[in-house]
């Protein structure tokens, strides 16, 4: 899966939104390929991929086939993918996929496999974060936190909202990447859902 295959399938889910042929709320991906793409180099096929609502381009790096990922969009699944079979979860629901990440990564512990837990940059300031990434580090559990840096929480400047100013993220042993996309929080730009 390179850029071009990641972007072409983006566009295409996009293009049916906007047709009003899917008729649930989609997050789409975009302005992030070359970061995820050097990630997944380091993500194992026994790995864990966890993540929130934005979960395409991720889903596709892991192995999900394009037909049967557009297969779950159409289904109205976009915000909360998962491919057990793949080892993939994903939820709609802020911070929600972070406890079980953590809950993974400790059944897994020893089996040399990871687990890969990406998060929003207004998610990285929850509790909830703070507190799986301090339980993780004290067990020496094998979790990487990735924060997907785009600078707002749906339409709210992350860095104003919480004061930082142009501080930037920095986790130690983790990853950290900004991006900016050309698509809304929700939806592809032209047609309005919610």
């Known amino acids: 899966m390179n850029v071009q295959n990641l972007i072409d399938f983006e566009t295409d889910i996009a293009e049916s939104f906007n047709r009003g042929e899917i008729h649930y709320p989609v997050h789409l991906d975009n302005g992030n390929e070359e970061p995820l793409i050097q990630i997944f180099k380091n993500i194992g096929e026994d790995d864990w991929v966890i993540g929130s609502w934005r979960m395409h381009y991720k889903a596709l790096l892991k192995g999900v086939p394009p037909e049967e990922l557009k297969a779950a969009i159409f289904r109205g699944e976009s915000m909360a993918l998962n491919f057990p079979e793949y080892n993939v979860y994903g939820s709609a629901i802020v911070g929600g996929s972070i406890p079980i990440a953590l809950g993974i990564a400790k059944g897994i512990s020893g089996s040399g496999n990871s687990v890969w837990c ?61 991006y900016k996309s050309k698509y809304p929080h929700a939806g592809a730009g032209v047609r309005v859902q919610f």
């Open 118 to 178: 990406f998060l929003g940059d207004m998610t990285a300031h929850c509790g909830i974060f703070k507190e799986s990434r301090e339980y993780a580090e004290n067990f020496n559990l094998p979790i990487n936190w990735i924060i997907e840096d785009n600078g707002v929480s749906v339409c709210t400047d992350t860095r104003e909202s919480w004061g930082m100013g142009n501080k930037k993220y920095r986790l130690s042993h983790n990853v950290t990447y900004e």
